[in-house]
Nanobody
Framework: QVQLVESGGGSVQAGGSLRLSCAVS????????MAWYRQAPGNQREWVAS???????NYADSVKGRFAISRDATENLVYLQMNNLKPEDTAVYYC???????????????WGQGTQVTVSS
């Protein structure tokens, strides 16, 4: 059983910072890709940032220069550092990984349960 548990969400004023963490537990052979998504009320879930196992990162235009995705491979943690937060960043943030459970096995998608981020003006 693979589980992703996010933490670090909360309420902050515009211009503030938060650091989201995603703890990955369970039997995993390798993590191929990791990402953060978010979903605001009434909106579809949207991609925010992603990082490959090789370390290449990409960001949505709306967060580029403000957010940074990183990973602690030894602890199986994925982070999202969010700086200069804006009210439009308010959403539930979800952690995602694509991983193999065994060597040569198929890649599976895993999601966390989400953590709320609220930015007030």
């Amino acid at each position: 059983q693979v589980q992703l548990v996010e933490s670090g969400g909360g309420s902050v004023q515009a211009g503030g910072s938060l650091r989201l963490s995603c703890a990955v537990s369970g039997s995993i052979f390798s993590i191929n890709n990791m990402a953060w998504y978010r979903q605001a009320p009434g909106n579809q879930r949207e991609w925010v940032a992603s990082r490959t196992s090789g370390g290449a990162s990409n960001y949505a235009d709306s967060v580029k220069g403000r957010f940074a995705i990183s990973r602690d491979a030894t602890e199986n943690l994925v982070y999202l550092q969010m700086n200069n937060l804006k009210p439009e960043d308010t959403a539930v943030y979800y952690c995602y990984i694509q991983a193999r459970r065994v060597s040569g096995g198929k890649r599976n998608d895993y999601w966390g349960q989400g953590t709320q981020v609220t930015v007030s003006s």
